[in-house]
């Protein structure tokens, strides 16, 4: 139940996280809580930093499929 609930938000959470995560290798779960603890603390501004980021990395998956689908012509 637990893992369903982390794919459900993971997949419709821009996967900003997980990025970070990835190529910092940081674990996934500390970026969370850091953003997490830091809203509370900051009243909210990491949210728009985390929307920025999760508009920004769809921007960047879109060019590269748009650049993908060009390629194989």
Do not use: H, W
């Not at 609930?5 to 996280?17: A, D, I, K, Q």
């Not at 970070?20 to 970026?31: A, D, P, Q, T, V």
């Amino acid at each position: 139940m637990l893992q369903r609930l982390l794919t459900f938000f993971e997949r419709y959470s821009f996967g900003v996280c997980t990025y970070l995560g990835e190529r910092f290798n940081i674990s996934i779960s500390k970026i969370r809580l850091f953003f997490i603890y830091a809203s509370f603390l900051s009243v909210g501004f990491p949210l728009i930093v985390y929307f920025f980021a999760g508009i920004v990395l769809d921007i960047r998956n879109y060019i590269k499929r748009v650049r993908a689908r060009t390629s194989d012509f």
